[in-house]
C-alpha cells in the first residue's frame, strides 16, 4: 500500500508543476484568445480529429457545462455538410498537434 501513496504523490507533484509551468505561456496571444471567446455572439465550435478530437470534444463539453453554447464538429463530417451547423457569428476553434492535419485543413475556406 505504502508503494501506491508515494508513487500517488510523485505523480501529483509532477502534475502541480507542470500547471505551474504553464504560468510562463500567459502571453498576449492568451489574452486574446481569452477575449475573442468571451465576446463571441454565437456558439464557439470545437473541432479535432483523433487524440485532438478527444479534447475537443472534453473542451466542448466544459464550455457548454459552464454556460457558453458550444459544440464538438467531427472534421470528416464537416466537410460532408455538418458545416451547415456553423453560423456567421460562430467561432470554430480548431485543436491540432501539428497545425498541419489534412482533415482540419479541409476545413478552412
Do not use: Q, R, W
Not at 5 to 20: C, D, H, P, S
Not at 32 to 42: D, E, L, M, R, S
Not at 47 to 75: E, R, Y
Amino acid at each position: 500500500m505504502h508503494d501506491i501513496k508515494k508513487k500517488t504523490k510523485i505523480i501529483l507533484k509532477k502534475e502541480a508543476n507542470a500547471i505551474l509551468d504553464l504560468t510562463h505561456h500567459i502571453d498576449d496571444n492568451f489574452e486574446k484568445a481569452i477575449y475573442v471567446i468571451h465576446n463571441c455572439p454565437g456558439k464557439v465550435v470545437f473541432t479535432g480529429i483523433g487524440k485532438s478530437g478527444h479534447i475537443a470534444k472534453k473542451i466542448a463539453a466544459t464550455f457548454s457545462s459552464l454556460g457558453t453554447p458550444s459544440f464538438f464538429m467531427h472534421p470528416a463530417e464537416g466537410v460532408h455538410g455538418d458545416l451547415g451547423m456553423i453560423g456567421k457569428n460562430d467561432l470554430v476553434i480548431a485543436i491540432s498537434n501539428s497545425g498541419e492535419t489534412k482533415e482540419i485543413l479541409n476545413l478552412i475556406p
